[in-house]
């Protein structure tokens, strides 16, 4: 390889690496405040005294994200136990969502 092909495929790379760390960024922002406003939903529905069902399946269900997430990375018992255990949580609840209690 000559040297401009050496520059063009390090210049590539470069713009690869600042493309990730862009997505990486905007999704940490959007998860902060999709938090935040399950926060805000929370506090509103205890104020209120409301069923919290659903936003205990909002947060049941990003956990179970992340957890096979992880299960998926690292490949431990543990992890692989957790998501089994939020799986069940997520379905209970949901099951309890929309039977309406």
């Not at 405040?33 to 909002?58: A, K, P, T």
């Not at 799986?87 to 929309?98: G, K, L, N, R």
Request: glycine share 6%.
């Amino acid at each position: 390889m000559n040297k401009n092909e050496i520059l063009k495929a390090a210049q590539q790379a470069n713009d690869d690496e600042g493309k990730r760390n862009t997505i990486l960024t905007n999704q940490s922002i959007m998860f902060g405040f999709y938090s935040l406003g399950l926060l805000f939903i929370l506090i509103i529905r205890l104020l209120r005294h409301e069923s919290l069902n659903d936003v205990l399946f909002l947060v049941l269900l990003g956990g179970l994200g992340i957890e096979i997430s992880q299960a998926i990375n690292k490949r431990s018992i543990i992890s692989i136990l957790m998501s089994i255990l939020l799986v069940v949580a997520v379905v209970y609840t949901a099951w309890i969502i929309a039977i309406g209690k």
